[in-house]
T-cell receptor, first 114, second 114 residues
Framework: SQQGEEDPQALSIQEGENATMNCSYKTSINNLQWYRQNSGRGLVHLILIRSNEREKHSGRLRVTLDTSKKSSSLLITASRAADTASYFCATEEFYTGANSKLTFGKGITLSVRP | DTGVSQNPRHKITKRGQNVTFRCDPISEHNRLYWYRQTLGQGPEFLTYFQNEAQLEKSRLLSDRFSAERPKGSFSTLEIQRTEQGDSAMYLC????????????FGDGTRLSIL
């Protein structure tokens, strides 16, 4: 079953604009991660935010986490055509065992127009 | 870090045939995961290894599916008596042991059942 729900499902913006993507989830988590996937390729890890963190930055990426609302957002600033891809949020559920499997949402398709 | 390698990249087979996929993880990673991804969806967890031990299997992994990681390095995923519904991208990922570790994905094996 898929835990995350991303919003919007598709986003089209002009190069240079900012892109904001949202994710909601259902259970308690250890961390939340964002991945990018180009067509026909595997997923590339972008950023990980722990359950006790509220905001994290990496280059042009900014991710926030609100555990009270069970939601996260990913902001890509100054978008480029190369940012065109599908973006997925994934949660590592709170679990005291050894498993660290990820539960993914359905993804957001981002198109950046040159 | 040579990345996660999956072979073959594409597999086309007739319904009822057996298929086997291989995954070579990043060498220092002792955790290995298999996911399945269908068109327009996020990856869904199938199974997970820590070293050679298979620690969890999803309900998605029917009796026709078997995964091994005999020496704690590469892994194989076999599907017996393939069905139309098995058509999907099969993704392998690996990570270090420990909390809050990102997963590194291969480019997947796309399976098409005729």
């Amino acid at each position: 079953s898929q835990q995350g729900e991303e919003d919007p499902q598709a986003l089209s913006i002009q190069e240079g604009e900012n892109a904001t993507m949202n994710c909601s989830y259902k259970t308690s988590i250890n961390n939340l991660q964002w991945y990018r996937q180009n067509s026909g390729r595997g997923l590339v890890h972008l950023i990980l935010i722990r359950s006790n963190e509220r905001e994290k930055h990496s280059g042009r990426l900014r991710v926030t986490l609100d555990t009270s609302k069970k939601s996260s957002s990913l902001l890509i600033t100054a978008s480029r055509a190369a940012d065109t891809a599908s973006y997925f949020c994934a949660t590592e559920e709170f679990y005291t065992g050894a498993n660290s499997k990820l539960t993914f949402g359905k993804g957001i398709t981002l198109s950046v127009r040159p | 870090d040579t990345g996660v390698s999956q072979n073959p990249r594409h597999k086309i087979t007739k319904r009822g045939q057996n298929v086997t996929f291989r995954c070579d993880p990043i060498s220092e990673h002792n955790r290995l995961y298999w996911y399945r991804q269908t068109l327009g969806q996020g990856p869904e967890f199938l199974t997970y290894f820590q070293n050679e031990a298979q620690l969890e299997k999803s309900r998605l992994l029917s009796d026709r599916f078997s995964a091994e990681r005999p020496k704690g390095s590469f892994s194989t995923l076999e599907i017996q008596r393939t069905e139309q519904g098995d058509s999907a991208m099969y993704l392998c990922a690996s990570s270090r042991q420990g909390g809050d570790q990102p997963q590194h994905f291969g480019d997947g094996t796309r399976l098409s059942i005729l």
